[in-house]
C-alpha cells in the first residue's frame, strides 16, 4: 500500500497561546467544573477544517474500519512501532458492541467505584485536565505529552465531534477523563489519563468500561481505541477485554483478537520493502 499524506488547501495558522475564559455564571458551573476551574478558549477564523478533510465524502467510520487514525488534515496509520530498541508488530484495535459482556471482575470495578460521578460533555480542555494528563503520563511512560491546551487548535477540527467523559471524585474533584471521537455508528477513544493515586479503584479499566458504556447508549456497532502492541503492557492490555477484533493489514480484515490467526499476526516476520520515492511505488 502507497503511504498517504492528504493536505488540508487551507493554510495553516500559526499557533496562539490560548487565553483562560471564566465560565459565565448562567452555566452550571457544578455540573460541569466541580473544581471551579477556568477552561481554555481560543479564538481561530477558519471554521472548516475537518469538515470533509480529504474531500472525499467518507465518514470518520469508513477510515477507522480500515485502521486509519484522523487527525485535522490527514489520515494516517501504522503496522510497527519501536519499543525497547526492537520493531514489533502494530495492531489497530476494536470491540464488538453487541457481543461486550462483562465479567465478574469487570463488574466489580464498576460497583467499587459506583461513587463517583461520570460526566460526558463537548471536549474542552482545562487546567486540571492538563496536570491530570501530565502526572498521568509520567506516571506511566515516564514522559510528558504536550499539553491539551496548545492541542485544542487541532484537535477541536477533527472530523468528528469529540466528547470527554470526566470522572469526579465526590470530594476531591477530577480524577480521571477519557476523549472520546463520535461517528456515526462507532466511537473512538484518543486519550485517556486518570490519577495514580487511586490504584485501587483501576480507574483505567473503569474509563474504559464507561467508554463503551456511552457507544452502546448511541446503539454504536464498534468502539475503536488505537493500536496495540503486545511487547508494551501499555498497549496490550486492550487484549483483557472481551469482543475485541484486531486489523489485519494482509487480509484487509477484522479478526477475533483470541483467535490463531490473531496470534499468528504477531508472530509474523516483517516483510522487507523499500519505497522507490522516483517511481512513487514499492520497489520491485
Given at each position: 500500500?502507497?503511504?498517504?499524506?492528504?493536505?488540508?488547501?487551507?493554510?495553516?495558522?500559526?499557533?496562539?497561546?490560548?487565553?483562560?475564559?471564566?465560565?459565565?455564571?448562567?452555566?452550571?458551573?457544578?455540573?460541569?467544573?466541580?473544581?471551579?476551574?477556568?477552561?481554555?478558549?481560543?479564538?481561530?477564523?477558519?471554521?472548516?477544517?475537518?469538515?470533509?478533510?480529504?474531500?472525499?465524502?467518507?465518514?470518520?467510520?469508513?477510515?477507522?474500519?480500515?485502521?486509519?487514525?484522523?487527525?485535522?488534515?490527514?489520515?494516517?496509520?501504522?503496522?510497527?512501532?519501536?519499543?525497547?530498541?526492537?520493531?514489533?508488530?502494530?495492531?489497530?484495535?476494536?470491540?464488538?458492541?453487541?457481543?461486550?459482556?462483562?465479567?465478574?471482575?469487570?463488574?466489580?470495578?464498576?460497583?467499587?467505584n459506583a461513587d463517583l460521578?461520570?460526566?460526558?460533555?463537548?471536549?474542552?480542555?482545562?487546567?486540571?485536565?492538563?496536570?491530570?494528563?501530565?502526572?498521568?503520563?509520567?506516571?506511566?511512560?515516564?514522559?510528558?505529552?504536550?499539553?491539551?491546551?496548545t492541542i485544542y487548535a487541532?484537535?477541536?477540527?477533527?472530523?468528528?465531534?469529540?466528547?470527554?467523559?470526566?470522572?469526579?471524585?465526590?470530594?476531591?474533584?477530577?480524577?480521571?477523563?477519557?476523549?472520546?471521537?463520535?461517528?456515526?455508528?462507532?466511537?473512538?477513544?484518543?486519550?485517556?489519563?486518570?490519577?495514580?493515586?487511586?490504584?485501587?479503584?483501576?480507574?483505567?479499566?473503569?474509563?474504559?468500561?464507561?467508554?463503551?458504556?456511552?457507544?452502546?447508549?448511541?446503539?454504536?456497532?464498534?468502539?475503536?481505541?488505537?493500536?496495540?502492541?503486545?511487547?508494551?503492557?501499555?498497549?496490550?492490555?486492550?487484549?483483557?477485554?472481551?469482543?475485541?477484533?484486531?486489523?489485519?493489514?494482509?487480509?484487509?480484515?477484522?479478526?477475533?483478537?483470541?483467535?490463531?490467526?490473531?496470534?499468528?499476526?504477531?508472530?509474523?516476520?516483517?516483510?522487507?520493502?523499500?519505497?522507490?520515492?522516483?517511481?512513487?511505488?514499492?520497489?520491485?
Amino acid at each position: 500500500m502507497k503511504p498517504i499524506r492528504r493536505e488540508s488547501d487551507h493554510p495553516v495558522k500559526p499557533r496562539v497561546t490560548p487565553e483562560p475564559f471564566v465560565i459565565p455564571d448562567h452555566l452550571d458551573e457544578e455540573l460541569f467544573d466541580k473544581t471551579g476551574e477556568q477552561w481554555y478558549f481560543e479564538t481561530i477564523e477558519q471554521t472548516e477544517y475537518g469538515v470533509d478533510p480529504f474531500g472525499e465524502g467518507l465518514t470518520p467510520d469508513a477510515y477507522w474500519a480500515e485502521g486509519w487514525n484522523l487527525s485535522y488534515y490527514q489520515a494516517d496509520r501504522s503496522n510497527a512501532c519501536g519499543h525497547d530498541d526492537a520493531l514489533h508488530r502494530m495492531f489497530p484495535t476494536r470491540y464488538r458492541l453487541a457481543d461486550f459482556d462483562l465479567s465478574r471482575s469487570f463488574r466489580r470495578v464498576l460497583k467499587n467505584n459506583a461513587d463517583l460521578e461520570c460526566v460526558v460533555r463537548p471536549f474542552r480542555p482545562t487546567p486540571a485536565k492538563d496536570e491530570l494528563d501530565q502526572i498521568h503520563c509520567y506516571s506511566r511512560f515516564r514522559e510528558t505529552k504536550a499539553p491539551l491546551s496548545t492541542i485544542y487548535a487541532k484537535l477541536r477540527y477533527r472530523p468528528a465531534p469529540i466528547r470527554e467523559l470526566t470522572v469526579f471524585h465526590p470530594t476531591r474533584g477530577l480524577i480521571a477523563f477519557t476523549l472520546i471521537e463520535v461517528g456515526e455508528n462507532a466511537s473512538y477513544a484518543l486519550r485517556t489519563a486518570w490519577n495514580p493515586d487511586e490504584r485501587k479503584r483501576s480507574l483505567g479499566t473503569f474509563t474504559f468500561l464507561k467508554a463503551v458504556e456511552y457507544a452502546r447508549s448511541l446503539g454504536f456497532e464498534h468502539h475503536y481505541v488505537g493500536p496495540t502492541l503486545l511487547a508494551d503492557p501499555a498497549f496490550s492490555y486492550k487484549l483483557r477485554f472481551p469482543a475485541c477484533e484486531l486489523y489485519d493489514w494482509d487480509a484487509n480484515d477484522w479478526v477475533a483478537s483470541e483467535s490463531e490467526r490473531a496470534k499468528a499476526m504477531f508472530a509474523a516476520p516483517f516483510p522487507r520493502r523499500r519505497w522507490d520515492t522516483e517511481t512513487e511505488d514499492w520497489a520491485k
